[in-house]
């Protein structure tokens, strides 16, 4: 089993930034990915970034593109994910996610271990 712990959620102003991190424990996911979803009240979960575990390669969602960046720290077994030029439709639950296998891939049904959830608020 891997688990994972989210942290580093708020409240910014728009325009701000904020950084969340997750420290994966347990299993490590070495030869697989991770990734950071989204959920806001009412809505579905929806991907927002992915990085293989080595973190040579990465993707993102149009929406975030140009303003959120994901990292890997493998010495630390976690997984980043800064957040620049908040905007109020980026407020949402923010869970991060892993997988064993190195493909880059967006749906929430790729993923076999799940955090608890952040809350991210940007006011307006």
């Known amino acids: 089993q891997v688990q994972l712990v989210e942290s580093g959620g708020g409240l910014v102003q728009a325009g701000g930034s904020l950084r969340l991190s997750c420290a994966a424990s347990g299993h490590t996911v070495s030869d697989g990915a991770a990734a950071w979803f989204r959920q806001a009240p009412g809505q579905e979960r929806e991907f927002v970034a992915v990085?293989?575990?080595?973190?040579?390669?990465?993707y993102y969602a149009d929406s975030v593109k140009g303003r959120f960046t994901i990292s890997m720290d493998n010495a630390k077994n976690s997984v980043s994910l800064m957040m620049s030029r908040l905007r109020s439709e980026d407020t949402a639950v923010y869970y991060c996610?892993?997988?064993?296998?190195?493909?880059?891939?967006?749906?929430?049904?790729?993923?076999?271990?799940w955090g608890q959830g952040t809350q991210v608020t940007v006011s307006s």
């Open positions: 990085i293989s575990w080595g973190g040579n390669k990465s």
């Open positions: 996610a892993a997988k064993r296998t190195r493909v880059l891939l967006t749906s929430t049904s790729a993923y076999n271990y």
